[in-house]
């Protein structure tokens, strides 16, 4: 069978299968002439789409408002504040991303140390290394004094916690040099209005404000003024004989002591000072303290009877302070040699820039108390200006009284001579000097 075959009976198959209704549907619109009916496809309007699409509108606007927002205060908001203090103080103020927004010198030394440079947009990791490198160049970091306080103020602790041991160990790194090892002391701070109070009135960061407060813990002797003008290498110093406060701060390394005369040495100009040899001694102390903002090395010992409290200048060595106060003759002893002993080494004059105080206290040899053989007002001053090494013409101010202290009849003396004020106790009866205290007149 051909393919035209084929085509012709399925057509013929085709027309079988399709019913005859041409003719009754053509009859039914006769019927029906007149009436006409449009068929149209309505289509319904989607009412929603337009609201739908403001309402996107609106949203895509708020979520890029958000974001917008969120990433100014990722990029231009302070997250935290890290301080380097050594004399030089600079706080250093970074956002989320520890990108620098500021470096803010705090006094002079801290303006040389930043110089011209701008940090703004760099790592912090960049900042520190050129600040760190500008003090070890400018000589404020070195053998002598090592030490330097990282503070972090962050006000999620644990963030601020990770910024601080990272860059201890960072900065530890640095200053481990060809000649000297650092000191790195590094803590997190505590933010208060009255840590914050204290460092404005101060003129220091809140980090140094706050290592003056941990160290005031371990000894209340101290107050917060006798310790500002230290610096940190000296706070590191005090910080190492207070184990209470070391407890508040980290401390890697060890802060140097070769700027300062050692314990050693203190002890041997205390010991020329009172006249005595260290065989003499039943008992003696001797710690690292401050005295008008300077280290002084503080010894008490006693000898012979007699208590001494001395002060020496832990750098140069100078006598501060010397007093010493008599409690009774040993055994084998007589109140006259005692008396002569400590006379002579009373004699001993002190010189020093800062107050300086040498307060005697002598046995006395009578306990007449009746005014019989009792020396003049005169000669208590004269017995007064020989032991202080001036003259009447020297003197000023001066001012002397009659008193009794525990039964004994004595003068009581106050003049000024040289710069220097003088306070002296005289036996009225003897004429002994029971008491000399010289210090710079103010």
């Known amino acids: 069978m051909t393919e035209h075959e084929i085509h012709e009976k399925i057509r013929q198959a085709y027309d079988h299968a399709t019913p005859e209704v041409w003719d009754a549907v053509l009859s039914d619109c006769k019927a029906q002439k007149g009436r006409v009916f449009v068929m149209a496809t309505t289509k319904k309007r989607k009412t929603w789409v337009k609201p739908l699409a403001s309402i996107a509108a609106c949203l895509c606007l708020v979520v890029g408002t958000i974001v917008g927002s969120q990433n100014y205060q990722v990029n231009h908001t302070v997250d935290a504040t890290v301080s380097l203090d050594v004399n030089p103080s600079i706080e250093i103020q970074v956002n989320q991303k520890e990108r620098v927004l500021a470096v803010i010198p705090l006094n002079e030394d801290g303006k040389i140390i930043a110089g011209d440079m701008d940090f703004s947009g ?73 840590l914050r ?76 000072k009172a006249g005595i040899s260290a065989g003499d001694l039943s008992a003696f102390e001797i710690e690292l303290d401050t005295d008008n903002g300077i280290l002084v090395y503080d010894l008490e010992f006693t000898s012979g009877g007699y208590e001494y409290d001395c002060e020496i200048d832990a750098r140069t060595g100078t006598v501060v302070k010397f007093e010493k106060e008599y409690h009774g003759a040993p055994a084998n002893s007589t109140s006259n040699s005692s008396s002569s002993s400590i006379s002579n080494s009373s004699s001993t004059s002190t010189s020093t820039s800062n107050a300086t105080s040498d307060s005697t206290s002598y046995p006395t040899q009578s306990n007449n108390t009746s005014g019989l053989n009792q020396i003049t007002a005169e000669k208590a001053k004269q017995i007064a200006l020989n032991h202080a090494g001036v003259t009447s013409g020297d003197v000023s101010g001066f001012k002397s009284e009659l008193d009794t202290d525990d039964g004994v009849r004595i003068y009581e003396l106050e003049f000024r001579a040289g710069g220097y004020e003088y306070d002296y106790e005289i036996n009225a009866t003897t004429g002994a000097v029971l008491k000399s205290k010289k210090e710079v007149d103010d």
């Open 122 to 194: 760099s790592d912090l990791d960049v900042a520190v290394h050129a600040i760190i490198g500008s003090m070890l160049q400018n000589g404020y970091l070195n053998e002598l004094t090592n030490s330097i306080l990282i503070s972090v103020d962050n006000n999620d602790p644990l963030r601020g916690a990770a910024l601080q041991e990272r860059l201890t160990a960072e900065v530890n790194r640095l200053l481990q040099t060809d000649t000297f090892s650092g000191s790195v002391l590094s803590q997190t701070v505590d933010r208060s209005d009255d």
């Open 197 to 272: 109070q204290l460092a404005e009135n101060y003129g220091i960061t809140m980090g140094k404000a706050q290592l003056i407060q941990a160290i005031l813990a371990g000894n209340e002797l101290h107050t917060f003024e006798d310790l500002v003008p230290l610096s940190i290498h000296e706070l590191n110093l005090l910080l190492s004989t207070k184990p209470a406060a070391a407890t508040q701060v980290e401390v890697v390394g060890t802060a140097s002591d070769k700027a300062y005369i050692g314990e050693t040495k203190a002890k041997e100009i205390a010991m020329e």
